[in-house]
């Protein structure tokens, strides 16, 4: 079966601190997207980054970046520099190319940047 | 550039009642996909509308339905509500079938009394 699994519920850092979010998926299939996206307050959710499972290196957007375990089935996130604005939920989901298009997605981390 | 659009933003409703949320995609957009997202979890798929057919559905009862109409826009529709319907509805869209990144709405918020 398809599944992601966030295992903290919530994280608390002090603002310009580093924090990394644990994802980790199942799928049998080999052809993929991971993404991780954030849903502050307001509801809309956002795209953060996304990874390609084909691809070795690591995606990267500015502050945020990714480390991809494919043999692991592990996508963790990692915030630099964080900011209070990054305070949100956080999502880490996939979709299989092969056989659907549909995005599983976690339970969710709850982050809350201190100042 | 209007992102997604969602109407209404809140509502409530009764068991055994029927409710209608509306979708506007993103401009140039043609392919909307709804998800419900229950509170502290994550969303889960209903269905996806392309060329205004359904393409491709997730595990939810016949009592969720939806449209697409000409200009891109859906419905979703849900009969006889029960207690546990109480979510988020988000609508996403994108560009033709296959992966291309989803664009979501804000959201409308049901609950169920």
């Known amino acids: 079966a398809q599944t992601v699994t966030q295992s903290q519920p919530e994280m608390s850092v002090q603002e310009a601190e580093t924090v990394t979010l644990s994802c980790t998926y199942d799928t049998s299939e080999n052809n993929y997207y991971l993404f991780w996206y954030k849903q502050p307050p307001s509801r809309q959710m956002i795209l953060v980054i996304r990874?390609?499972?084909?691809k070795q290196q690591n995606a990267t957007e500015n502050r945020f970046s990714v480390n991809f375990q494919k043999a692991a089935k592990s996508f963790s996130l990692k915030i630099s520099d964080s900011q209070l604005g990054d305070t949100a939920m956080y999502f880490c989901a996939f979709i299989e190319m092969d056989s659907n298009y549909q995005l599983i997605w976690g339970a969710g981390t709850k982050l809350i940047i201190k100042p | 550039d209007a992102g997604v659009t969602q109407s209404p933003t809140h509502l409530i409703k009764t068991r055994g009642q029927q409710v209608t949320l509306r979708c506007s995609p993103k401009?140039?957009?043609?392919?909307v996909s709804w998800y419900q997202q229950a509170l502290g979890q994550g969303p889960q798929f209903i269905f996806q509308y392309y060329e205004e057919e359904e393409r491709q559905r997730g595990n939810f009862p016949d009592r969720f339905s939806g449209h697409q109409f000409p200009n891109y826009s859906s419905e979703l529709n849900v009969n006889a509500l029960l207690l546990g319907d109480s979510a988020l509805y988000l609508c996403?869209?994108?560009?033709?079938?296959?992966?291309?990144?989803?664009?979501f709405g804000p959201g409308t918020r049901l609950t169920v009394l």
């Open positions: 990874q390609e499972a084909y």
């Open positions: 401009s140039g957009h043609d392919t």
């Open positions: 996403a869209s994108s560009l033709a079938l296959g992966y291309n990144e989803q664009f």
